[in-house]
């Protein structure tokens, strides 16, 4: 009998033991947030911006010369013709493509704001 009590009193200690660590190891860690994570959240969510961005004058371009720096259209508008990845009347072909992208850039930013905003512009009307 003695050695069922002992035996008793081991499971007991055993299952109190186990008790205490499962509740020790499911605390909720304790969070700090400091500058440093603002400021690397903060960049995160405007690379997910930019990569939206991306996506809108990527599927714009596409469509408006197919990324070609060579890209012309013989059509007139306001007697000039558009040429290059950006089709922008008055561009000629020949210039660089670093330098057609940057006037692209520009354009879009100044007219519309975001490449998202030309490519809704250009959806709807054709044109951008």
Sequence with gaps: MKSLGFLLLVVITILAID????????KEPQ???????????ARDTLNKWKDKQWSCLNR?????????SRAF????????????????????????AIYQIDRGLDYIYYRYDTPC????????YGWH
């Design 19 to 26: 008790t205490k660590t499962q509740t020790e190891t499911t």
């Design 31 to 41: 969070v700090t947030w400091s500058v440093a994570d603002s400021k690397s959240y």
């Design 60 to 68: 714009l371009w596409g469509k408006e010369s197919a990324w070609n």
């Design 73 to 96: 259209n013989s059509v007139k508008v306001m007697g000039k013709n558009a040429g290059g990845i950006p089709q922008l009347l008055g561009l000629d072909p020949a210039t660089p």
């Design 117 to 124: 905003n030309a490519w809704q512009h250009f959806k709807k």
